[in-house]
């Protein structure tokens, strides 16, 4: 049976339309980009088949667009469309943290973190600048390390916050592995960086530590 002989409230669209998108499940979300399956299966049972086997959505939207080329039900087309679509949400976060408002919303920024360093092969520590009132100056990768750790140099960051004339930031770094529990050695940089800003008169807001799922937050657990 085609999609169009669906009943409504389960076609991909018109569930969307009238829910919105949260109510879709991956497979249907993918299903809308794509538009259409391959010969003889529709487009949900298309995108099904991509989950199963080149999934979860999470490992599918992180291949290389030139992967993504091979898989069958995207090629080229999709395959960039996809990227495309992919990275302009990332502008979208970018600009809606650096278009001159405070940061109000720590979650924000654990999704900004997040969406900047999810997925790298290897550690790498970045810093968010921000003014006297929490308005983002700028965003640095500052270090990069291993699959497991990176070095991080607590004078470096305090002398990029004074070149930038921040007050304030927020830093963050990734886990490869996929835990996001901070570990010990996390804990002891934050105390080493926020003991360095404070000579310098700049505040640490917080540190996230970026894995599967949520960005952790070491000032919700009182530990910044």
């Not at 409230?9 to 538009?35: C, M, Q, T, V």
């Not at 679509?85 to 919303?105: F, K, N, V």
């Not at 999810?118 to 390390?145: I, M, N, S």
């Not at 926020?194 to 949520?214: C, E, N, S, Y």
Request: proline share 7%; net charge neutral.
């Amino acid at each position: 049976m085609h999609i169009r002989d669906w009943p409504l409230d389960e076609r991909p669209r018109e569930k969307l339309l009238a829910r919105g998108p949260g109510s879709l499940s991956d497979a249907e979300l993918l299903a809308i980009f794509l538009g259409s399956g391959l010969r003889g299966r529709d487009a949900v049972a298309t995108a099904r088949d991509l989950l199963s086997r080149h999934g979860p959505l999470r490992s599918l939207l992180e291949r290389p667009p030139a992967e993504l080329t091979d898989l069958p039900g995207l090629g080229p087309a999709r395959a960039c469309a996809l990227a495309a679509a992919l990275e302009l949400g990332t502008r979208m976060l970018h600009a809606s943290l650096a278009r001159g408002d405070a940061i109000g919303d720590p979650e924000a920024a654990g999704r900004y973190f997040t969406q900047r360093l999810r997925g790298r092969p290897h550690e790498v520590f970045a810093a968010l600048f921000l003014d006297t009132r929490h308005r983002v100056l700028a965003f640095e990768e500052l270090f990069q390390g291993s699959v497991d750790s990176a070095e991080v140099h607590p004078r470096e960051v305090a002398r990029r916050a004074l070149a930038l004339n921040a007050t304030a930031l927020i830093v963050g770094h990734n886990h490869p592995s996929g835990c996001p529990e901070p570990s010990a050695a996390d804990r002891a940089v934050t105390q080493r960086l926020k003991q360095a800003l404070a000579l310098v008169d700049v505040r640490l807001l917080d540190h996230f530590v970026i894995g599967d799922g949520p960005a952790q937050s070491m000032a919700a657990r009182g530990w910044v």
